[in-house]
């Protein structure tokens, strides 16, 4: 791989899409938000979106979409397929059979990846963060949803026609009952996504707090914020006790925004998850926290992904 060669990292969520420029050591060159426009023809907007990429290339690295010093692209989306190149259905975008990979390679002229945001930012773990030296791993986004990617024997493993590592509709055994965004009851994201845990939250204080107020007052000591942690790690604990006793990662990378809690939330993970899971596993697997970022992972490992894949 040529020293001036970059790669595109693009992240479609729900409400905003993130492009990234990165060189092949992984640094971001360029960086840009845009809201995510909803219809049911997309080719437009992922045309919008090559004109933007075009503006940033042309401002910050006197360069144009085409130029042969551009390796491709990775991106995500939900439900993107890697295999058929294609999004069934994304109902938060009203999309059903989008060929995205072929909308990205013929308004950006290059090669493209698509794959589900989890498994992109376990990718970029792997490559350029937390996941380096690890040969298997799982990463955990804790955001709007909770996605997961399953680093296995060193390669990204999606299950049979990527329909698999659906970490965050493992079922929680639970006193309660919680609707996931999926439809079923009791999922790990009906409990630790940002909507899930601030259920928690208004259950146990009767107030709203955010993600960084549940971790200043933990971090104080406070008995409420340290009863809501307790009780959110130990739900994640129990996803983590079936996730590790099937896999036997080496760790857990936490990633997405409810990262921030950091080490200190990790720490009572670990110790909980030690404590339910098989005696075989216990003290061996770590929790570490995502290290490329708690918002672009995705963008990092779309980049990743079309670097490993060209030079395949
Ligand atoms: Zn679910």
């Known amino acids: 791989m040529k020293k001036d060669q970059i790669a595109f990292g693009i992240d479609i969520g729900g409400t905003n899409t993130k492009i990234g420029i990165f060189n092949t050591e992984g640094k971001l060159l360029s960086f840009r938000t845009l809201p995510t426009a909803k219809s049911e023809d997309p080719s437009h907007f992922i045309e919008q979106l090559a004109q933007e990429s075009d503006h940033m290339l042309a401002s910050e690295l006197q360069m144009k979409l085409g130029d042969e010093r551009i390796v491709g692209l990775g991106a995500g989306a ?42 992109l930012a376990a990718v970029g773990e792997k490559k350029w963060g937390a996941g380096k030296d690890l040969t298997d791993f799982i990463l955990i986004t804790l955001g709007t949803g909770v996605g997961a990617g399953l680093i296995l024997d060193g390669k990204l493993y999606r299950g049979y026609n990527a329909l698999g590592a659906e970490g965050g509709h493992i079922i929680i055994p639970h006193e309660k009952k919680r609707l996931c965004s999926c439809g079923g009851m009791n999922h790990l994201e009906s409990y630790l996504s940002a909507k899930g845990i601030k259920e928690t939250i208004s259950e146990l204080t009767h107030e709203e707090w955010t993600i960084e107020k549940l971790g200043s007052l933990f971090r104080d000591g406070d008995l409420k914020a340290t009863a809501i942690i307790n009780q959110i790690a130990t739900e994640l604990a129990t996803g983590f006790v079936s996730m590790g006793v099937l896999f036997g990662p080496q760790a857990f990378i936490i990633g997405g925004g409810v990262s921030k809690l950091g080490e200190s939330f990790n720490q009572v993970v670990k110790k909980k998850m030690d404590e339910m899971i098989h005696f075989s596993l216990k003290g061996k697997i770590k929790i570490i926290t995502a290290t490329l970022s708690s918002d672009k992972g995705a963008v990092y490992g779309g980049a990743a992904h079309i670097i490993d894949e060209v030079s395949k």
């Open 78 to 119: 939900p439900m993107a397929n890697y295999f058929t190149g294609s999004v069934e259905h994304a109902p938060n975008l009203g999309w059903k059979n989008v060929p995205l990979k072929k909308y990205f390679e013929k308004y950006f002229l290059c090669p493209a990846v698509i794959e589900n945001d989890a498994n």
